[in-house]
């Protein structure tokens, strides 16, 4: 908290000194015009130029003035607030007083400058050496003075090409930057999808694998399946057709009441119908299925 006072303090008397120096040049430029025209005083700077200066003072007085008023409520103490106020006052009226001040500085500039005008052409308009001098000075500053107006209107064309020129190529930077800023999110954001589309390829990838392996297993249960199924199928339609046979000949052999001939009946039929089996008494039986 004290850091922070002692902050306020430094930037309060800084502000203070600024007024000084800014009061101090204003007043000699308000001088300069007052002066203005006298006695070929301050013929190198025109009138404009003391008027340009005087206000750029004026200026550093007002920026000076609300650095004061902003730093008022962040003054420590009591008695530094009303002192800062009491300056703050103080320096509103000076102000006042300058562009008063400066007013009249013009008006006596302008006076002199008629007056000085009045005396030059006065002597311009009498004879002698000294007119004639007067005058070949007159037409060599004149000619001097197109030359620097001249000369300073292309440097400020020149100049007002250079702040637009900077002013494009900051805006040219400015888009670059954007630019930038783009291209590095759509790179981020493409990295994330490479990954993502590789996981993807190497799931789909895994995915056929097993489709594949999936069908060839289906494939191969089916056909056992159904091989196992036409096993089964073909040997119970053979039992049947023998099972209905044995009944057929045992229904006819007691229809005729011949035991001996549904025997021999029998023992043709299985002759016929399987031939190659030959089950013995003392043979064991084998399961088919």
Not at 263 to 284: F, M, T
């Amino acid at each position: 908290m004290s850091s922070d006072n002692d902050l306020v303090i430094t930037e309060f008397n800084k502000t203070k000194k600024d007024w000084d120096n800014a009061y101090i040049q204003t007043q000699s430029h308000i001088k300069s015009i007052e002066n203005h025209g006298i006695n070929n005083i301050n013929k190198e700077l025109s009138l404009a130029r003391l008027n340009g200066l005087a206000q750029d003072g004026l200026a550093m007085l007002s920026s000076a003035q609300f650095n004061l008023d902003l730093l008022i409520p962040q003054l420590p103490t009591d008695e530094h607030v009303q002192n800062a106020q009491l300056t703050l006052q103080s320096w509103n009226k000076e102000i006042q007083s300058l562009r008063s001040s400066l007013r009249n500085a013009n008006l006596q500039a302008k006076a002199n400058m008629r007056k000085a005008a009045q005396e030059e052409r006065e002597l311009l308009l009498g004879g002698g050496e000294e007119s004639t001098t007067r005058r070949r000075n007159l037409q060599t500053k004149a000619g001097m003075t197109s030359a620097a107006e001249s000369i300073t209107e292309s440097l400020r064309r020149t100049r007002q090409m250079m702040v637009q020129e900077v002013e494009r190529s900051g805006s040219t930077l400015m888009a670059f930057e954007e630019s930038t800023g783009v291209l590095k999110k759509a790179e981020s954001e493409y990295k994330g999808h490479r990954s993502l589309l590789s996981r993807t390829r190497n799931l789909l990838s895994t995915m056929k694998r097993q489709d594949v392996l999936d069908r060839i297993i289906l494939i191969v249960g089916f056909t056992l399946f159904s091989l196992a199924v036409l096993y089964v199928v073909s040997k119970r339609i053979g039992i049947l057709k023998l099972q209905r046979k044995v009944v057929g000949a045992i229904k006819a052999g007691m229809a005729s009441g011949k035991a001996e001939v549904a025997i021999n009946h029998l023992a043709q039929v299985d002759e016929h119908e399987l031939p190659n089996v030959g089950i013995g008494l003392g043979q064991p039986m084998h399961d088919e299925l």
